[in-house]
């Protein structure tokens, strides 16, 4: 890496690996994200999406290799995770210095939820509870965003709306993000490069060159889709007819 290309990274890691018993889950791996860059991670279930965005978060340590993550990182998971016992604006600013709550206030609006603030989580439905964990993970201005399959847990049309509104806030606070997703579409739509994990590596590591906004109608989104797919393993029989749901099976 030249001088130039270091400051200007995010995340680099090199020779990643993490070992569970016998299996080297991550073996190798390397990986860049430039500053304000949008990186999605495809890969099939067990091949350590997870893992490596547990390392990068400093939730669990490696084996070998070397990372360097900046210091302000959070993380989204598919699940919410919000503290039941606390309403919802305290959800936002609980890792937050006292007397931030302006902030919170206006990260909820960010996520259209500022009318929220003095509800429990338990009363939001899956969509808003996704869209406070977002608040929580913006309002610390991370460097570094890492989302776990934040969507895969909601409906169709709320997974657009979501995706739309990610898309919207990342270009507008420009941290770097690694997006994990079983979902090629969604990676194609929001990502600046995407990559293919696989036996411990990247086996694909490309820019979307595909112009934005993003069709899926567009002859280049759906070349990228079925390269993806095919680095994925999804044989091309069974991918023929595009849908969004079909490429979220496709690859599980
Ligand atoms: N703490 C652990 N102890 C033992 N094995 C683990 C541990 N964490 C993960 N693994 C194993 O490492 C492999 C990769 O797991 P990981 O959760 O990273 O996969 P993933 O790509 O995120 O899958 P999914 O798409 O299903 O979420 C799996 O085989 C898993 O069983
Ligand atoms: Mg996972």
Redesign the pocket.
């Known amino acids: 890496m030249t001088e130039n290309a270091h400051r200007q990274a995010a995340v680099r890691v090199r020779g990643l690996r993490r070992v569970?018993?016998a299996?080297a889950?991550l073996d190798g791996l390397e990986l860049d994200i430039a500053r304000g860059e949008f990186v999605a991670l495809l890969?099939?279930?067990?091949?350590?999406?997870?893992?490596?965005l547990r390392i990068l978060g400093a939730l669990d340590g490696a084996d070998g290799g070397e990372v360097l993550v900046p210091e302000a990182r959070t993380i989204v998971f598919q699940e919410p995770r919000l503290v039941p016992s606390k309403k919802v604006l305290a959800n936002v600013t609980v890792a937050l210095p006292r007397g931030r709550r302006d902030d919170g206030l206006r990260a909820l609006a960010e996520v259209g939820l500022e009318r929220h603030a003095d509800a429990w989580p338990a009363t939001l439905s899956g969509g808003e509870a996704q869209r406070v964990a977002l608040a929580r993970a913006l309002v610390r201005e991370p460097e570094l965003l890492l989302l776990d399959?934040p969507f895969a847990a909601l409906d169709a049309l709320t997974r657009l709306k979501m995706q739309d509104l990610v898309d919207e806030l990342c270009r507008k606070h420009r941290p770097a993000v690694l997006l994990?997703t079983?979902d090629v579409e969604e990676a194609v739509r929001l990502a600046d490069r995407v990559a293919v994990?696989r036996d411990g590596r990247l086996v694909t590591d490309e820019k979307v060159t595909v112009a934005r906004p993003r069709d899926p109608g567009d002859p280049a989104f759906a070349a990228l889709r079925r390269r993806l797919l095919d680095d994925l393993g999804v044989p091309a029989a069974s991918h023929p007819v595009k849908t969004p749901e079909l490429d979220r099976v496709g690859v599980i």
């Open positions: 569970f018993g299996r889950v890969g099939a279930s067990g091949s350590g999406k997870t893992t490596l399959e994990v079983h994990l």
